[in-house]
């Protein structure tokens, strides 16, 4: 499991990316060689301000050979010291189509090939470059490469009850909580989730809306989610959680503190017990803003998660 928690402790923070396809029932992966450094390595590159790491492998993938991906399973995470400053890299895996042209939009690369993980283990010039490909093809050997994304947020940080003397379901967002909104629109984009659902108090939609209007994705309103049904009725809501594991297209389901318990106790239940052992088990489970990202097989009866995530929009 990525953690954010351990990210301050470094002096240099970068993310990338390992394109992967299968042409010919043969796996492929990307490498690019950059005439600055005179190596070959994965796509990657260092964080902007104000920016995520998911947000910067999207981003300098982009940058660097032109495609426009969704994240999948976090493979691992490179360290290493550049002049004395202590650098943390993470990559992710990023599925391509086969017919998916390259075309970066900068300088810094010159050249680009899809080879066998093989051949990319002879080519990759670090050595540190060769464990996210390990767990890459290991992955592929299994069948587990492929996935789709499971998504659970706690809304953005809302107004203080205390201050707010109107019903609780329009009790909006806070400053901050309007600005980790903004950010959470952006971090979603990363895995681009197909379905959202919600419930429909005013701090929950105001989370999660703005990446449904922008990206055009249906907005499902779930009254089970809210706070005061989930009280009366729990399992109502754990009902509403497990239906998202009904389908293989990419979800985000937003929710109250109060509720997640419920929740996380349907997403333990689709993973196995090593990694449900490691979901928060004790409150707030998460912060506002905060997300749980999920990567689920897809393509296969297998009802056991790959692997999972806990992002944060920003600390603030």
Not at 22 to 32: F, G, M, R, S, T
Not at 86 to 113: G, I, N
Not at 132 to 141: A, C, G, I, V, W
Not at 249 to 264: E, S
């Amino acid at each position: 499991m990525a953690k954010n928690s351990t990210l301050s402790t470094y002096d240099i923070l970068a993310a990338g990316c390992l394109c992967w396809r299968v042409v010919d029932n043969e796996l492929q992966v990307l490498v690019i060689h950059r005439p600055r450094y005179d190596d070959w390595s994965w796509p990657k590159g260092k964080q902007d301000d104000g920016e995520t790491l998911p947000e910067t492998a999207v981003r300098e993938l982009r940058e660097e050979t032109g495609l426009r991906i969704t994240l999948g399973v976090h493979l691992g995470d490179s360290e290493y010291k550049v002049r004395g400053n202590d650098k943390l890299v993470r990559y992710w895996a990023a599925e391509v189509s086969p017919t998916a042209q390259t075309a970066p939009e900068d300088d810094e690369v010159d050249e680009m090939r899809w080879v066998t993980p093989a051949r990319a283990h002879e080519m990759l010039s670090n050595k540190d470059d060769r464990a996210p490909l390990e767990r890459l093809t290991q992955l592929y050997s299994q069948g587990l490469l492929p996935t789709r994304s499971v998504i659970v947020i706690r809304h953005a940080k809302a107004k203080p009850r205390s201050s707010w003397q109107r019903a609780e379901g329009d009790r909006p967002l806070a400053a901050t909580g309007k600005r980790q909104a903004l950010a959470v629109t952006r971090l979603l984009a990363a895995w681009q989730p197909e379905r959202v659902v919600t419930s429909p108090w005013l701090r929950c939609m105001s989370t999660v809306v703005p990446y449904a209007t922008k990206h055009n994705v249906k907005v499902k309103e779930r009254p089970q989610l809210t706070e005061a049904t989930h009280k009366r009725h729990p399992k109502r809501a754990a009902q509403v959680t497990e239906q998202l594991f009904d389908s293989e297209r990419p979800v985000v389901l937003c929710t109250h503190r109060p509720v997640l318990p419920t929740v996380l106790k349907v997403l333990a239940s689709h993973m196995p017990s090593r990694m449900a052992k490691e979901l928060p088990d004790s409150d707030p489970y998460l912060s506002p803003g905060q997300m749980i990202v999920m990567h689920m097989p897809r393509g296969s009866q297998r009802s056991r998660a790959v692997a999972f995530e806990i992002i944060s929009p920003f600390d603030d």
